[in-house]
């Protein structure tokens, strides 16, 4: 019985190739007339990633670290990895207004869980490179937060540091518990 079975889905599988080779054969002249190897390699395709328009406002820190600046920017994101995408912004401040993210600082995952909470795992660089103080621990901590729960789908987010939870990664501001949007700090445009 399983012999019989066998042979059936070996047989439709050869018979599915040749009539896949038939129907490609007959597409045009120009094919018949490059040289082949005669060599076929099955090939599988792979689905490539989904690519939409996202319209983001991030939240830059002023020089003075008094307050956080909103800036709106359309990017490109693939397969949903908009967080991937805020952190490679918030790398690259307009002119005027200061980068909010210690230098080498990386984002190893993120998680956005049912409840709204986005879990970012930052590496260790992002406390060992941070050398701002409490405003700028502040400025470093909100720009991420309030440009974070800007998306619908977030209300608040914890901070990890290399995949832990910590009293306060950057000194004051408690990280054990996820932190919520701040507008108080958010300068509106006169």
């Given at each position: 019985?399983?012999?019989?079975?066998f042979?059936?889905?070996?047989?439709?599988?050869?018979?599915?190739?040749?009539?896949g080779?038939?129907?490609?054969?007959?597409?045009?002249?120009?094919q018949?007339?490059?040289p082949?190897?005669n060599?076929?390699?099955?090939?599988a395709?792979?689905?490539?990633?989904?690519?939409?328009?996202?319209?983001?406002?991030?939240?830059?820190?002023?020089?003075?670290?008094?307050?956080?600046?909103?800036?709106?920017?359309?990017?490109?994101v693939?397969?949903?990895?908009?967080?991937?995408?805020i952190?490679?912004e918030?790398?690259?401040?307009?002119?005027?207004?200061?980068?909010?993210l210690?230098?080498?600082t990386?984002?190893?995952?993120?998680?956005?869980s049912?409840?709204?909470i986005?879990?970012?795992?930052?590496?260790p660089?992002?406390?060992?490179?941070?050398g701002?103080?409490?405003?700028?621990?502040?400025m470093?901590?909100?720009?991420?937060?309030?440009?974070?729960?800007?998306?619908?789908?977030?209300?608040s987010?914890?901070?990890?540091?290399?995949?832990?939870?910590?009293?306060?990664?950057l000194?004051?501001?408690?990280?054990r518990?996820?932190?919520?949007?701040?507008?108080?700090?958010?300068?509106?445009?006169?």
């Amino acid at each position: 019985m399983y012999r019989r079975s066998f042979s059936t889905i070996i047989l439709t599988i050869v018979c599915l190739f040749l009539a896949g080779g038939l129907l490609t054969g007959c597409n045009s002249k120009t094919q018949a007339e490059k040289p082949t190897d005669n060599i076929t390699t099955p090939v599988a395709k792979t689905p490539e990633p989904t690519s939409q328009s996202v319209k983001l406002t991030l939240y830059f820190p002023n020089s003075e670290a008094t307050g956080l600046i909103p800036t709106d920017r359309t990017v490109e994101v693939k397969d949903q990895q908009v967080i991937n995408v805020i952190f490679i912004e918030l790398d690259n401040p307009p002119s005027g207004l200061e980068k909010p993210l210690p230098s080498g600082t990386k984002l190893l995952n993120a998680t956005i869980s049912a409840d709204g909470i986005a879990s970012i795992n930052l590496s260790p660089e992002f406390k060992a490179n941070f050398g701002g103080g409490s405003a700028g621990e502040q400025m470093t901590m909100y720009s991420i937060v309030n440009t974070l729960t800007a998306l619908p789908n977030v209300s608040s987010v914890q901070f990890l540091l290399a995949g832990d939870k910590h009293d306060g990664i950057l000194g004051h501001l408690d990280t054990r518990v996820p932190i919520k949007r701040n507008e108080s700090l958010i300068i509106k445009s006169t």
